[in-house]
């Protein structure tokens, strides 16, 4: 499968373009972004082309790996879906349910193939526990704590985005936070938004329609000493935390990659693919409305 890289920023140059060169099963074809100059370093660095057309890319590849800001990821992904490419998305899916649904309508109309990075998702230790917790029956509720400090740390090459200070941890790190809890607690039905914490940080409530409850704390804001990912889960069962995972970035993406090539050889969709992004959208959509004032 050739793939290309649509995308030139941090996240590009850290995961996606060394995924992309060491994954032994993709043939990493090609960079765009936009702007020309990076595009030409970053595949410079890689010892691929740099294209200055995004459409001469996307009729040069079978697929295209993502990593842009989510607005600009979702017309892409749209256009290259119709350009018959299959999608390696980044999270979010999109900004709105309107754009996430595009890029949803546009997969099912092509007829390709796609799967939207959850890191977790993709870390084999982490994936392994969530199947364990969703076969078991009875769970009454999770607790999930997603607290990053790009905003209040020194030196993060993410401090900078536009679409993070904008949208803020509720976009950036609740994705995450849902990709765990969903697949056990199954979809939520309801979701409340109470009032924000300190800087970006935000409290969810949701109703999950097997009868169970999470809560989810979440932030970009916290002191670095008090960052870090946690999730729990009390029931019938007793109680069971995420593991911790030393997987990197690059080896989830690694896996993303396999996952994007099953998907695309079988027709079968990956349990992340835009489908679920969509939804995960929706649900932020949701609340975003609740903390802005909204019913």
Same mark, same amino acid.
């Given at each position: 499968?050739?793939?290309?890289?649509?995308?030139?920023?941090?996240?590009?140059?850290?995961?996606?373009?060394?995924?992309?060169?060491?994954?032994?099963?993709?043939?990493?074809?090609?960079?765009?972004?936009?702007?020309?100059?990076?595009?030409?370093?970053?595949?410079?660095?890689?010892?691929?082309?740099?294209?200055?057309?995004?459409?001469?890319?996307?009729?040069?590849?079978?697929?295209?790996?993502?990593?842009?800001?989510?607005?600009?990821?979702?017309? $892409?992904?749209?256009?290259?879906?119709?350009?018959?490419?299959?999608?390696?998305?980044?999270?979010?899916?999109?900004?709105?349910?309107?754009?996430?649904?595009?890029?949803?309508?546009?997969?099912?109309?092509?007829?390709?193939?796609?799967?939207?990075?959850?890191?977790?998702?993709?870390?084999?230790?982490?994936?392994?526990?969530?199947?364990?917790?969703?076969?078991?029956?009875?769970?009454?509720?999770?607790?999930?704590?997603?607290?990053?400090?790009?905003?209040?740390?020194?030196?993060?090459?993410?401090?900078?985005?536009?679409?993070?200070?904008?949208?803020?941890?509720?976009?950036?790190?609740?994705?995450?936070?849902?990709?765990?809890?969903?697949?056990? $607690?199954?979809?939520?039905?309801?979701?409340?938004?109470?009032?924000?914490?300190?800087?970006?940080?935000?409290? /969810?409530?949701?109703?999950?329609?097997?009868?169970?409850?999470?809560?989810?704390?979440?932030?970009?804001?916290?002191?670095?000493?008090?960052?870090?990912?946690?999730?729990?889960?009390?029931?019938?069962?007793?109680?069971?935390?995420?593991?911790?995972?030393?997987?990197?970035?690059?080896?989830? /993406?690694?896996?993303?990659?396999?996952?994007?090539?099953?998907?695309?050889?079988?027709?079968?969709?990956?349990?992340?693919?835009?489908?679920?992004?969509?939804?995960?959208?929706?649900? $932020?959509?949701?609340?975003?409305?609740?903390?802005?004032?909204?019913?």
């Amino acid at each position: 499968m050739r793939i290309g890289l649509l995308g030139t920023g941090p996240w590009a140059q850290m995961a996606y373009a060394p995924a992309l060169s060491r994954h032994g099963e993709l043939e990493f074809a090609g960079v765009w972004g936009r702007r020309a100059a990076a595009a030409k370093e970053l595949a410079d660095s890689h010892g691929v082309r740099a294209y200055d057309d995004v459409d001469t890319l996307l009729g040069d590849v079978d697929a295209v790996a993502v990593a842009l800001p989510p607005a600009v990821q979702a017309d $892409l992904a749209v256009r290259a879906a119709r350009a018959g490419c299959h999608l390696l998305l980044d999270k979010p899916l999109a900004l709105t349910v309107e754009e996430g649904r595009a890029v949803v309508e546009a997969v099912e109309e092509a007829g390709v193939a796609s799967v939207v990075f959850f890191t977790a998702r993709f870390q084999p230790d982490v994936e392994a526990w969530i199947a364990e917790q969703a076969a078991v029956e009875g769970w009454f509720t999770g607790r999930a704590e997603w607290l990053g400090a790009v905003f209040s740390g020194d030196g993060s090459p993410f401090a900078d985005s536009p679409w993070r200070r904008e949208k803020g941890a509720l976009w950036d790190v609740g994705p995450h936070a849902l990709s765990v809890l969903l697949p056990v $607690l199954g979809d939520a039905r309801r979701v409340t938004a109470a009032a924000p914490g300190p800087g970006d940080t935000v409290h /969810l409530v949701l109703e999950h329609i097997g009868g169970s409850s999470s809560t989810l704390a979440l932030s970009l804001t916290a002191p670095p000493a008090a960052a870090g990912a946690a999730v729990e889960l009390r029931g019938a069962a007793g109680v069971t935390r995420l593991p911790e995972s030393t997987e990197s970035a690059v080896s989830a /993406l690694i896996r993303a990659g396999d996952a994007l090539r099953a998907a695309s050889r079988t027709g079968h969709a990956h349990a992340c693919d835009a489908a679920f992004g969509l939804r995960v959208t929706e649900i $932020l959509a949701a609340a975003e409305g609740m903390l802005n004032g909204g019913a």
